[in-house]
C-alpha cells in the first residue's frame, strides 16, 4: 500500500452489491453510496449495483459480470430495500471465492429466523462478515456460537455532510427520520402538542420521507401541521437537509428502543451541531449516553426541551467525548477501515 497524503492507491476494485427501489429513500443505500464516494476518495475504484431485485437471474447477472475479474470484490449490503426475502444473497459465496466476497449485516437483530439462517453460507465460507456495531455482533455469534472472534465491527457514519457556508440557527424543534410508524414519531408529536398547550409558540418541524401517505402516522403528522402549525420537509435533497439540520436547534429523536449507533439520523443530528434529547436504553451506547439528554417520555422530554431552548442547558453534555465519537465515524476513517480489511 503507498500512501499519499489522505489517500492510497491500490489496484482493486470494490462493488457494493443493493437492491433499489425507484423514488424510495433507503438508509442503508444511502449509507452504501456515501461509503463508495469515500472510498473513491481515498484512491479505490468504487461503484454501486444496484439490483431491481435478489433472484436467480440477478445472480446470473453477476457471476457473469464479474466472475471472471479476479481484481474485483463484492461487497453487498444486508438487507436493502426491495431485497425481500429471497435467499439469493445468500448463494454468493458458493459463485465468488475467499477474499472477492464481503457482507455487511444491518440491524441482524431485526431478521427472522430464516434470514438469519440465509447468512450461514457466508459464516461457513468466508470471515468477511461486518457489523456497524458491537452489539450486533454479539448477537450474531450467539446465533452462531462457533468461530466466536469471526467478523469485523465498522460503525456507520454520517449520510448527511455539512454544507458550507454556515447557516445561522434559529429556534426550532425538529423530528428528522422516516414518517413511519414505530420509530417514536408519536411522541414528537405529543410533545409537539404540549408545548402549544403551555402557548409556547416554538417554531417546529419534520424532517424526512413519507413512504406511505395513507398510514395513520402520516394522517397524525397532516393534523399536526393543521393544528400545531408544524411544518413538514419532505424528500428533501442531502444540502437541503444539512441546510435545515444547521439552523435548527433541538432535535427530540424518541427511539423506542433507545439512542444506538445505527441511528444515522442522530449522527447527523450530532454532527450539525444540534442538541438532541432521545430515550435511552440498555441499547445505548456510553458514548451516545454522554453526549445526548436521555428522558423517559414526554413529560420529561418536554421540561428538557424548554430548559435547552431556554439555554439552561448546554446543547452537548460531554464536547469532547462528542468529538472523539464523531471522528471514529467520519467517512475518512470508516474509508480506511475497509480498505484495511479489503487489503488483509
Known sequence: MNADNNSVQIRIRVVFLVTALPGVAC????????????????????????LPAWNLRSLAFLVGKYGRRNDTILHLQY???????SPVPALLPIFFRHGRLFLTLHEFDQFNVMRKFYILLFKLLTDAVIFTNERERGIFHRFFPWRRKDGHVI?????????????????????????????GLEDFLEVVARLRIRGNPISCAIIGTVPDATSAIARAVHAAVQTHGVTVLEGLPADEVSRELQSSTVAFLPFPDGITDRRGSALACLKHGLAIVTYHSSLSPDWLRRVTYGVSGPDEALICIERLLAEELA?????????LGLAQRAWSAIAMAHIHLYCG
Open 315 to 323: 446543547p452537548v453534555p460531554e464536547p469532547e467525548v462528542l468529538a
Open 27 to 50: 438508509g442503508v443505500g444511502d449509507y452504501t453510496r456515501q461509503l463508495a464516494n469515500s472510498l473513491r476518495e481515498a484512491g479505490i475504484s468504487a461503484e454501486v449495483e444496484e
Open 79 to 85: 438487507p436493502t430495500l426491495g431485497m425481500g426475502r
Open 155 to 183: 460503525p456507520i457514519g454520517n449520510n448527511i455532510d455539512v454544507v458550507a457556508p454556515a447557516v445561522r440557527k434559529r429556534r426550532r424543534l425538529i423530528y428528522f427520520g422516516q414518517i413511519v410508524a414505530g420509530k
